[in-house]
């Protein structure tokens, strides 16, 4: 394994030295995912709209880059939903990046909600995270999480469909047939590395009205709702390098040439 042992996502390597997360990807070749598949539609039988009461069967996290073509096709074409598309403006979008998220939304016909913070309070942000967790992407993960479940309670669309879990598919923290959700819990102790925004309160120049974007909605609001995020990689075989390549041969969104990696389409 060539993971280092301190991931941030924690890893436990084996004494043949394989890595839990290359031990939770076997799975997928011994998984019957026809079955897994039949038990996401089960489940989202019952969030389909009868009527028109609501503008969306469920909502759906994008950037325009890494899954999203594949969520929304996954979503639109094989489930037959409707989903509301929404998008935190992460602020150092490239323009191929700005192009395929105008192209994911035209061309699957979706509406899409997006945020953008001001750039002076994104900049604070960032100096505080930084100081007390080494992060400048901490206000991306805060930002993309919060602004999709509180969405969902604004527009009282209960579902929520994720893309890959990211400690499953990285470190194998859980199995596929664990039944996790999208909760407060885990985007706390580990997207957001215990560290919440209202704790950036007092050590920054930050005040209460700059850091609503960031809120998770409250346990209240969601039981309320009954706002649930399911994800699409543990009712689907995930397999990122494929899926982008057929996605690109699908709908020939743009790719650019990166740093540090073999691939084009990453980001």
Not at 154 to 168: C, D, E, S, T, Y
Not at 244 to 260: F, V
Request: proline content about 3%.
């Amino acid at each position: 394994c060539v993971y280092p042992e301190n991931h941030p996502l924690n890893i436990i390597i084996d004494e043949q030295g394989v890595c839990s997360g290359c031990i939770v990807h076997e799975e997928k070749d011994q998984i019957d995912w026809s079955k897994r598949f039949d038990k996401l539609l089960h489940i989202i039988d019952s969030y389909r709209r009868t009527t028109h009461d609501r503008v969306a069967d469920c909502i759906v996290p994008v950037s325009g880059g890494r899954e999203s073509y594949f969520v929304v096709d996954t979503v639109k074409r094989k489930l037959g939903l409707r989903p509301l598309l929404v998008s935190y403006n992460k602020q150092y979008n490239t323009a191929i990046g700005i192009k395929n998220l105008a192209y994911l939304k035209t061309h699957f016909e979706c509406d899409l909600l997006s945020l953008t913070v001001s750039p002076k309070v994104v900049k604070k942000l960032t100096f505080g995270t930084l100081k007390t967790r080494g992060s400048i992407y901490w206000h991306c993960i805060a930002g993309q999480t919060a602004f999709a479940v509180q969405t969902a309670v604004r527009f009282k669309v209960p579902l929520i469909i994720w893309g890959a879990h990211q400690g499953l598919d990285q470190v194998g923290m859980f199995s596929h047939l664990d039944e996790v959700e999208m909760t407060r819990k885990y985007r706390a102790e580990h997207d957001l590395m215990g560290l919440e925004a209202e704790d950036l309160l007092g050590n920054t120049t930050l005040h209460e009205n700059d850091l609503h974007p960031y809120l998770y909605p409250s346990d209240r609001e969601i039981a309320i709702n009954g706002i649930r995020g399911i994800y699409l990689g543990k009712f689907v075989r995930w397999d990122s390098k494929a899926q982008h390549e057929d996605m690109i041969r699908k709908y020939g969104y743009s790719t650019n040439t990166q740093l540090r990696t073999f691939d084009t389409y990453n980001n």
